[in-house]
């Protein structure tokens, strides 16, 4: 018999190849049979004896997925198909983009903040940079006309000295609706929720410059009206310029 040190990591790690294994089995299964979100996935009982598995490893492989959204569990109900939303992601992001800032006051995490935040946006800026070379082009008079709508709400909102998050959001998500890509309002949407979830929980409630936000979109509206292309992208990029340096101002408590 060996006198080598048992490893107690071994049956963990073990523990969770198998986890893992399930769930994709699962969801495989989920593909197979073509089930949408909302329909009834099988039961315990018939994923116990097509995956071979015990009760409690489906259980727990369900309990994941649901994390995930890819199962909804409803008590005394039964277990469906997950939407798949991006909804972990988000809640994923938010916790790494408030942990990499510290669990302290805003001053004190002012620079992991302000770098954290940054990440997202570079992110951010780089998708839309992209993206609105392809809309700039194809944008029709009702959909120009329904951004110079946001816009003029966002400029009287900007001169009564008003943030309007609602209408910047309204903003982004009008400007690539042509696409026809259901994935890029999700994406968008995700990085826009992960900021402004954290800029609530650092306190940063106000836009100091509503004024000069609503003059930046002026500037990307203008811009695709010319259908120049490159210049949408200059004003894009200026925009999420002006929000890097607005939370970095709020980091240092700069009004």
């Known amino acids: ?136 082009e194809s944008l029709d008079d009702h959909e120009l006309a329904e951004l110079e709508d946001v816009v003029r709400r966002m400029e009287a909102s900007g001169r009564a000295g008003d943030a309007f998050p609602e209408l910047d959001r309204e903003f982004h998500e009008k400007l690539y609706r042509s696409l026809g890509n259901a994935l890029v309002p999700q994406l968008l949407a995700a990085f826009w929720n992960v900021f402004h979830t954290v800029a609530g929980a650092r306190g940063w409630t106000k836009d100091p410059a509503p004024a000069v936000t609503a003059r930046r979109h002026r500037d990307i509206l203008t811009a695709l009206r010319a259908r120049d292309v490159e210049q949408a992208q200059r004003a894009m990029a200026d925009h999420f310029r002006g929000i890097e340096a607005r939370a970095w101002q709020e980091t240092l408590g700069v009004k």
């Open 1 to 136: 018999m060996s006198d080598e040190p048992r490893n107690p990591t071994v049956p963990a790690a073990r523990e969770r190849r198998v986890g893992s294994r399930i769930q994709r089995q699962v969801m495989q299964l989920i593909l197979d049979r073509r089930l949408r979100p909302g329909e009834p996935m099988p039961t315990e009982t018939e994923l116990m004896e097509t995956l071979e598995v015990s009760r409690n490893s489906v259980r727990e492989a369900l309990k994941a997925l649901q994390a995930l959204d890819i199962v909804e569990i409803r008590h005394g109900h039964g277990t469906y198909v997950g939407e798949a939303s991006l909804t972990p992601f988000v809640d994923g992001l938010t916790f790494r983009t408030l942990a990499r800032g510290g669990w302290g006051s805003p001053r004190s995490a002012s620079g992991g903040d302000t770098q954290a935040l940054g990440e997202i946006l570079q992110v951010r800026e780089v998708l839309e940079e992209g993206l609105i070379r392809r809309v700039a």
